[in-house]
């Protein structure tokens, strides 16, 4: 469901480890799923959102509630 999940990368390192005469036949799939991996994870990185803490936040928020007022107050005015 994820692709920058590691954990099937793992378990497929895992096997070659412990059947290293896979390792020639399988070094390929390893090195394209780290790659896919590698992809994905940068590609999910790039797509998070910004998130602002501390008085960002507190600004942004004080933006948002002024706006809704000005909205309010333009409703009640002729």
Known sequence: MN???ARS???LRDLIRERPELEYEFQSEVECCQKAVEV????IEEARPV???GWRTHLILWQGKLRAMGAELRKLLP
């Not at 994905?40 to 590609?43: P, T």
């Open 3 to 5: 692709a920058a999940d």
């Open 9 to 11: 990368l793992h378990l």
């Open 40 to 43: 994905a994870a940068q590609k």
């Open 51 to 53: 998130v602002h803490r």
